[in-house]
């Protein structure tokens, strides 16, 4: 089924046990990221990234694992698990009360953290599994783009969350669905400036929309390549 990959985060500074987590999870059928920090963390959440499941350090660099995972369970409907090297029962208790789920004393076998992360899974539920209907006018096969909730969303039900410059660039296209929209409109839209042939950023801004709206739906981007103009939108859509 599309969009049912759970999708977790490290936030671990140890850079080798973060990619081993990572590499690890990925294998077990996760869609599993890391970051080294509070900052690095969010950054991918004001890119638009969600998880149903974070795993956390509490030594950080800036804020702790403990001032995070109080972050996180204020927005709730995700499951926490804190990787520390500090055992002591005031670590465990304070990491309870302050919203983790669990808490695992390093070094913890890789296995045991899959199993409680699937444990916590069955409690909360993959985000990416809660796909909407169509709207029931939409076309057979049509992308829906919701102005509102600033999510675009596939045939199937399967919800993308945009960031600011994502969602500006799909409402350009879809201004003109199925016709190109020059490099050049496009950047004086995002980016208030005329279009430079050697600045890369608006290939990289959909080249990363792209790789969102696959991993999340499991499907191909709709958004094309228009030979020597621009982009374009090239599937039925309904805007709302």
Same mark, same amino acid.
């Given at each position: 089924?599309p969009?049912t990959k759970p999708?977790?985060?490290?936030?671990?500074?140890?850079r080798?046990l973060r990619e081993?987590?990572v590499?690890?999870?990925t294998a077990?059928?996760?869609?599993?990221?890391?970051?080294?920090?509070?900052?690095a963390l969010d950054s991918?959440?004001?890119?638009?990234?969600?998880?149903d499941l974070?795993v956390?350090? *509490?030594n950080?660099p800036?804020?702790?694992?403990f001032?995070?995972?109080a972050?996180?369970?204020?927005?709730g409907?995700?499951?926490i698990?804190i990787v520390?090297?500090?055992?002591?029962?005031g670590?465990?208790?304070v990491?309870l009360e302050v919203?983790?789920?669990a808490?695992?004393?390093?070094?913890?076998?890789?296995r045991?953290?899959?199993?409680?992360?699937?444990?916590?899974?069955r409690r909360?539920?993959?985000?990416?599994?809660?796909?909407?209907?169509?709207?029931?006018d939409a076309a057979?096969g049509?992308?829906t783009?919701?102005s509102v909730?600033r999510t675009?969303?596939s045939?199937?039900?399967a919800a993308v969350?945009l960031?600011s410059?994502?969602f500006s660039?799909l409402?350009?296209?879809?201004?003109t669905?199925?016709?190109?929209?020059?490099?050049?409109?496009i950047s004086?839209?995002?980016?208030?400036?005329?279009?430079d042939p050697g600045?890369?950023a608006?290939d990289?801004?959909?080249?990363?929309?792209r790789?969102?709206?696959?991993?999340?739906?499991e499907?191909e981007?709709p *958004?094309?390549s228009?030979h020597?103009?621009?982009?374009?939108?090239?599937?039925?859509t309904?805007?709302?």
């Open positions: 089924m969009g999708r977790v985060v490290v936030v671990e500074d140890e080798a081993d987590m590499e690890y999870l077990q059928g996760f869609h599993a990221q890391g970051a080294e920090s509070s900052t991918l959440l004001s890119d638009g990234e969600s998880y974070a956390l350090d *509490i950080l800036g804020e702790s694992g001032g995070i995972a972050r996180l369970r204020q927005q409907g995700i499951g698990v520390s090297a500090r055992s002591g029962v670590d465990k208790v990491g919203g983790a789920d808490y695992l004393v390093k070094p913890v076998d890789l045991e953290l899959e199993a409680q992360l699937r444990s916590l899974l909360v539920g993959p985000r990416r599994e809660t796909a909407e209907p169509p709207p029931p057979p049509a992308w783009f919701h909730q675009l969303q045939p199937e039900g969350p960031t410059a994502e660039l409402k350009l296209l879809l201004e669905p199925g016709e190109p929209v020059s490099r050049q409109t004086r839209a995002l980016y208030r400036r005329d279009h600045d890369r608006i990289s801004l959909v080249r990363r929309l790789l969102k709206i696959e991993d999340r739906t499907g981007a *958004i094309r228009a020597a103009i621009g982009y374009v939108f090239a599937a039925p309904a805007v709302r």
